[in-house]
């Protein structure tokens, strides 16, 4: 019992330290959004509010250009356009990321199913796939350009309608989903080779068939893989940046360019308003986040219930 | 043979006659700039027999607060409405090629720094703006030859030339004038303190005006940490301040084939110096850009500071600065160059609009270009403390509001003395590379990796392959525009 | 009259299901979507890629149809350019030491939370944090934190008593140091969340088998749990080690590459040399290159890792 009780305290002693890893870049995130110019970067550092330093909403009001804050007053038409900018900016990304890493999910779900299952593409094919990632995309960046570009020409002329890609969503959900799939498949295989094929032989001597096989006996088990790999996907679509840049705007525009923008507003960094923004635009992460977690940790639990 | 010309020549005569009043009827009616290019937009919207047309601006975001007013502006005297897209400026060239790339014409007008012009032009995504301006006949003959080279490329007209950034030269008033600190400069170098004529000046200036937190400097007791000197070291900034030093020695970068002039004793020279006032420089500033130069200068911690013009009114000016009314504006100093005293400043950004190729209304685009540049728009622009245009023609000297705007009516003619000699920085295709080659050299250089000697060594070379791949030939045409354009002004190696 | 429409209906939906059911449909449709969609998307820029490494092209010398055609040139030019040998170099040892701590941290961290206990979920909401936020976020804020006098400064400071000034991003070595911490900081939870749901998965028959046989905790861990791991530990490796080496974002944001060329990366040679340079060409080739490089090394460390999970399975009846 005491040795329980010491190594639960070295646990949470342990756990604690890169609790304080993970939040301390936050923290001073937050905190450096509601201070003046003069505190960003002094020395010694100011740390506590109203103690060290005072606090101020200067930061928000500039990046959303409420009130304006020059001497030159109010600039009605940007104050509008920049609000508006920022939430066009996440309202796209959540619509083309959500789409893509679900759709993503599920394609690359089952084809991973078929390659463990039936050896679907040959021996090779994961691997092959696999090197769709492999390529740097800066560079594939301008020949996607070329070819994204010049498809309503190519569609046009096989008689078709006229399709266009270039900065539309769904040219950039359709990129978004076919750059995700070697993860998917890669991801979902290893958690779906880990079935034990017995428990599905069993299922279908019993007399189920094929799809409510996979329904009630494989899903459940891959339910908690599923549910890291769809995390991981869509994060890695939500921070694409680079094709994003190249392939879209202005009709779509995504946070990673949209917040590219600000950083490069002065010849460098304005630590305040970057602060300012980086803080709205992790809230709904942080979230997110805890929504995912309660799922996570369902996804494990009901694994091992099972067993 | 004689009279058969003479009738051909006869023929010619009557032919141009006829056309000649006919082409000069063409210039657009209007007293001033302004109005010839409000008009000129207006009777293009005629002609397409439309009220209202739309383009689009592909903009710095740094312009986002300034510039509405002005394109709301004109869309109330034109009917042509300008949507600005945002991007920050290390994005724009990447988005100007892109386009090149993909043609999509979305964009009008392209808005980024000066030194882009070379490869927009090469690149085939801007268009020549000669034959709408015999039209329009905008006026820059009073701006200084040197600034005025840069919105030609080639020998044809691409842009007009909206913001003078020549660099500055500011020291602390108040330093240099305690009478105890003048005695002691005055007894150790021979000369009163205050704005230098040389670099090595400003290097006795700033070994001497320094000290620490604490110490009795000269009958005033040092509240923090005096640096003698701040200029910019940091990666995509250093080699900027090194071309203008360079062309105080009044040496060409590249002779007439394109050989670099850059590693001869005036390159290792320049390097040497810049090297040497490192030593004055808080060590921080291998990693400041302007966000970091400017405020520590405006909270009191350096003498001297070599940078863009607008430090002045934001010494003077912004939230936090505590040497407001304290700064003293000098012309860039120089070298001394056969006994004469050669000053060089270099114009290390500015901005440029181009017009694109593949826009559906050039014309459309390029008055307003022309309204915006004249010298009435154009003023009120520099005068306008949320934009970051810069003073650059004498015009602006008088105007009570630009003094306003950095609080000190000598600046004002100083930056002007600094626009007539402030060199382009290399207005070549690919310039970026020469740059890139010599900001990593010089890198190495400042961190003390290796000697002056070897870093221009390094980049000659680098720059040889470099103007090889891109083809020595077009490089030397290109060249000589730029030198016979006076941009240089007198300097020697050609 | 009703009952004849409903036998037809359902007769149909019978056929469909039967037709899904059959292994040979069952076992090519998934492929196809995926297929179409990579093909359709992705195959053509690729060899629109390899076509253009193979020309003489800058964007400033006109389209590329009309580029004069190079070969090998561009490769032979990467393969002797020292920035790109030494951009290589730099990209494997962030890489390396990258992955490495952030496959021990996750584990680590792993093992502690796996299972159930008070305040789990608190944990694992903050460990995730970090990987969720946009990298650009994470480059400003980074940027503020290692500002020579920002917090991380000051915190060495109190914790070693002296006046801690380091030059985090405009000293060559610190800078190096700093690219990889941020991207630790920001990567560990994805190793983390990997390792938790290959531990919580493992059947707990084989552990339950060894304790009873008298195995200790240490020897259940080494010979039962992380050989069932391998496969989760590969992916591990794999998807962190292919998203390392194409690092971007941070040394980007943090010092654009330098101090001179300390922190760039590949993916940063490649980006100046594409849309700042515009020598396409050139970037392609060396893009084409680093594919093959990539390809060699992730498939080697694959074939490593599966040869020992291979061999165990055969020691084990």
Same mark, same amino acid.
């Given at each position: ?80 356009? !920049? ?179 600000? !950083? ?9 308003? !970057? ?17 995912? !977690? ?14 | ?140 003959? $009073? ?19 909206? $913001? ?28 009163? @303190? ?30 923090? $940490?005096?640096?003698?000197? /701040? ?63 400017? @405020? ?12 863009? @013009? ?85 015009? /602006?000297?008088?105007? @009570? ?88 002004? $007198?300097?020697?190696?050609? | ?317």
């Amino acid at each position: 019992m005491r040795r329980g009780r010491v190594a639960a305290g070295l646990r949470h002693a342990v756990l604690g330290a890169w609790v304080l890893v993970v939040l301390f870049p936050v923290f001073w995130m937050v905190l450096t959004s509601f201070k003046d110019a003069g505190d960003w970067v002094s020395w010694p550092t100011r740390w506590a509010p109203f103690v060290d330093f005072e606090p101020t909403l200067l930061n928000y009001r500039q990046i959303f250009y409420i009130g304006g804050t020059t001497q030159s007053g109010e600039l009605r038409r940007e104050a509008a356009e !920049q609000a508006y900018v920022i939430w066009k900016g996440m309202a796209d990304s959540v619509v083309i990321v959500t789409i893509a890493s679900v759709a993503s999910l599920l394609l690359g779900s089952a084809l991973a199913y078929a390659i463990s299952r039936f050896g679907t593409g040959g021996r090779n094919y994961p691997y092959t796939i696999l090197t769709i990632r492999m390529l740097p995309p800066i560079v594939v960046a301008i020949p996607m350009l070329i070819y994204y570009t010049s498809i309503p020409e190519l569609f046009a002329n096989l008689g078709g309608a006229r399709v266009e890609f270039f900065d539309t969503y769904s040219g950039l959900i359709l990129l978004y989903i076919a750059t995700t799939l070697p993860y998917v498949i890669w991801m979902m295989l290893a958690f779906i080779d880990e079935v034990p094929r017995e428990l599905e032989h069993a299922a279908r001597l019993m007399g189920a068939g094929r799809l409510s096989t996979i329904g009630k006996v494989v899903f459940p088990l891959v339910a908690s893989g599923m549910t890291v790999t769809l995390l991981f996907v869509f994060i890695l679509n939500w921070s694409e940046f680079l094709l994003a840049l190249t392939l879209s705007q202005p009709k779509v525009l995504t946070l990673p360019v949209l917040l590219n923008k600000f !950083q490069s507003a002065v010849e460098g960094r304005l630590y305040g308003p !970057q602060a300012a923004i980086g803080t709205v635009v992790t809230i709904p992460v942080v979230i997110l986040g805890f929504l995912i !977690q309660k799922h996570l940790v369902k996804g494990f639990s009901f694994g091992m219930i099972r067993r | 043979m004689m009279r058969r010309l003479g009738i051909a020549g006869m023929i010619a005569t009557l032919v141009l006659l006829a056309v000649g009043p006919a082409r000069a009827a063409d210039v657009v009616p209007g007293a001033t700039v302004e109005e010839r290019a409000v008009n000129g937009a207006k009777a293009y919207l005629k002609k397409l027999g439309v009220e209202k047309l739309d383009l689009t601006m592909m903009m710095v975001s740094l312009f986002a607060k300034a510039q509405p007013k002005y394109l709301d502006e004109w869309e109330k005297l034109t009917g042509i409405r300008i949507k600005t897209i945002e991007y920050g400026y290390t994005e724009i060239p990447a988005k100007i090629m892109a386009d090149a790339v993909a043609k999509t014409g979305q964009y009008d007008i392209y808005n980024h720094q000066m030194y882009m012009l070379p490869d927009a032009v090469e690149a085939g995504v801007v268009i020549p703006l000669d034959d709408f301006a015999a039209r329009g006949q905008p006026y820059f003959d $009073d701006i200084p030859k040197t600034l005025r080279s840069e919105m030609y490329y080639k020998g044809k007209l691409y842009t007009f030339f909206t $913001d003078g950034d020549q660099t500055v030269l500011a020291l602390r008033k108040d330093l240099v004038e305690l009478p105890q600190a003048r005695a002691a400069f005055k007894a150790k170098f021979g000369r009163e @303190p205050g704005c230098p004529d040389t670099w090595k000046q400003w290097e006795e200036l700033a070994s001497f005006f320094n000290g620490k937190k604490g110490q009795n400097f000269y009958g005033i007791t040092l509240e923090k $940490d005096l640096y003698g000197a /701040q200029e910019y070291r940091a990666r995509e900034f250093g080699y900027r301040w090194w071309q203008g030093r360079f062309s105080s020695k009044n040496k060409l970068m590249f002779d007439r084939n394109m050989k670099p002039l850059i590693d001869g004793p005036e390159g290792i020279e320049t390097t040497r110096e810049m090297v040497s006032l490192t030593k004055y420089m808080p060590q921080d500033v291998f990693g400041w850009g302007t966000p970091q130069n400017y @405020p520590f200068f405006a909270q009191g911690n350096s003498f001297s500071i070599s940078t863009f @013009p607008s430090i002045v009114g934001y010494a003077n000016k912004a939230q936090g600065t505590v040497i407001s009314g304290k700064i003293l504006p000098c012309v860039v100093p120089g070298s001394v160059v056969k006994g004469k005293l050669v000053r060089r400043s270099v114009q290390p950004a500015g901005t440029n609009y181009m017009v694109s190729k593949y826009s559906k209304h050039p014309e459309a685009a390029y008055w307003f270009l022309q309204w915006f540049t004249g010298p009435e728009m154009g003023n009120r622009a520099v005068a306008d403390p949320d934009g970051f245009w810069d003073p650059f023609r004498p015009s /602006q000297g008088k105007d @009570p509001k630009i003094a306003e705007k950095y609080g000190s009516k000598d600046f004002v003619t100083i930056t002007l003395e600094n626009a007539r000699i402030a060199v382009p920085m290399i207005p070549l295709q690919g310039n970026r590379e020469y740059f890139d080659a010599l900001d990593v050299n010089l890198q190495e250089a400042f961190h003390g990796r290796i000697a002056p000697e070897e870093a221009m060594k390094r980049t000659a070379r680098q720059w040889e392959k470099i103007t090889d791949d891109i083809g020595r030939k077009r490089q030397i045409e290109a060249w000589k525009y730029v030198v016979e354009s006076g941009a240089y002004l $007198d300097a020697e190696g050609f | 009259m009703a009952p004849t429409s409903t036998p037809k209906d359902s007769e149909l939906r019978v056929t469909l299901r039967q037709w899904l059911e059959r292994e040979s449909v069952f076992r090519v449709l998934p492929l196809l979507p995926v297929q179409l969609l990579i093909l359709s998307l992705l195959a053509v820029p690729f060899l629109l890629t390899i076509y253009i490494s193979l020309l003489r092209w800058r964007i400033t010398r006109g389209f590329w149809t009309a580029a004069p055609w190079g070969g090998v040139t561009n490769f032979v030019e990467a393969l002797t350019d020292e920035d790109f040998l030494y951009a290589v170099l730099r990209t494997f040892v962030f890489a390396g030491f990258a992955v490495a701590f952030e496959l021990l941290i996750g584990f680590g961290l792993a093992l502690l939370t796996y299972r159930e206990f008070r305040g789990r979920r608190v944990y694992l909401t903050v460990f995730l944090i970090p990987m969720m936020i946009i990298p650009v976020v994470v480059g400003y804020d980074f940027s503020m934190l290692l500002v020579d006098t920002g917090p991380l400064n000051s915190v060495l400071s109190v914790l070693t008593g002296q006046d801690v000034r380091i030059r985090w991003m405009s000293d060559y070595r610190t800078a190096q140091v700093a690219v990889v911490l941020a991207d630790i900081w920001q990567w560990t939870p994805l190793t983390f969340l990997i390792f938790v749901s290959g531990l919580s998965a493992l059947p707990p028959e084989p552990i339950k088998a060894a304790r009873v046989m008298g195995a200790t905790r240490g020897q259940v861990f080494r010979h039962v749990q992380l050989p069932l791991l391998k496969p989760v530990i590969v992916i591990a490796v794999v998807i962190r080690a292919m998203e390392a080496l194409k690092i971007f974002d941070m040394p980007m944001l943090l010092t654009q590459g330098g101090p001179g060329n300390a922190t760039e990366t590949l993916s940063i040679f490649l980006w100046r040399n594409a849309w700042v340079f515009n020598k396409i060409s050139y970037a392609a080739a060396a893009s084409l290159l680093v594919l093959v490089l990539f390809s060699g090394v992730i498939f080697l460390s694959i074939w490593l890792l599966k040869r020992e999970r291979a061999q165990l399975e055969e020691v084990r009846p």
